[in-house]
């Protein structure tokens, strides 16, 4: 059962990454970019397509594992001063962007005659746009250094920053969230900062010296391994 598990398995991943590989090249080929060679394979293998996924939700972790590494990818490209550059825009012109969005398309929905927190919630969700998908486009562009391409990255930054409140005020406005006691909602905060300030401590005090051990080693493959092991 194991080995028909992960025979099954290896089929999948192997018609995943196939339709990527022939859908991509023939979209950019006839000028319509790659984000749309993705979706279309990803038509052509799923359930009403090919169905060699029945289930969309039975590859989430692969995809959830793209997005991470993509955004992985612009992180190393990203520079601190380039970012302290665009500080106005990102909490200036991002903050307008997702604000004025989410109020606007609140009133949308207490207007559709839907309550006041299902209305934000819906809202501030459909305000979120997708980081990977419009780095992406901007990429194939050249538009990212340019002050458009710029403005667009600001925002999706601000938005980016502004998924883990909304998730947090997501679960209080959740039924039974107002429940919670104080004591609780602290302590998940305080779980929430502490994972944070863990992360940033790691990052600073040990990935620093565990590279320069690596680099010492020159060898360039578990250089690669490492970079896929700090981003799992």
């Given amino acids: 059962m194991a080995a028909e598990a992960s025979s099954s398995d290896l089929v ?3 018609a995943l990454l196939a339709a990527g590989v022939i859908a991509v090249p023939i979209f ?6 790659s984000i749309l060679g993705y979706l279309a394979a990803g038509v052509v293998i799923g359930p009403f ?6 289930e969309s939700g039975s590859i989430l972790h692969v ?18 001063s380039r970012l302290w550059g665009l500080r106005r825009e990102i909490f200036g012109l991002g903050a ?7 109020v606007l398309l609140t009133l949308v929905g207490l207007a559709g005659g839907f309550p006041i927190a299902q209305s934000f919630v819906a809202g501030a969700g ?36 502004m998924i883990v409140p909304l998730l947090a005020l997501v679960a209080f406005l959740a039924p039974g969230g107002a429940e919670t006691s104080i004591s609780e909602r602290l302590s998940e ?11 940033v401590v790691a990052g600073r005090y040990l990935l620093n010296p565990l590279f320069r051990v690596l680099a010492d080693a020159r060898a360039r493959e578990v250089m690669t391994a490492a970079a896929l092991l700090v981003v799992l």
């Fill in 189 to 199: 905060v305080g779980i929430g900062i502490a994972a944070i300030i863990g992360l």
């Fill in 12 to 14: 999948q991943v192997v």
């Fill in 126 to 161: 459909f305000v979120l746009t997708s980081t990977a998908i419009v780095m992406q486009l901007l990429e194939e562009r050249g538009e990212i250094a340019t002050p458009k391409g710029q403005r667009i990255v600001s925002i999706l930054l601000l938005e980016d920053l």
């Fill in 63 to 80: 995809a959830e594992l793209g997005v991470v590494m993509f955004l992985f990818i612009i992180g190393l490209e990203m520079q601190p």
């Fill in 96 to 102: 307008l962007q997702v604000g004025v969005c989410a």
């Fill in 28 to 33: 950019k080929r006839m000028g319509l970019g």
């Fill in 49 to 54: 397509g090919l169905r060699v996924f029945s």
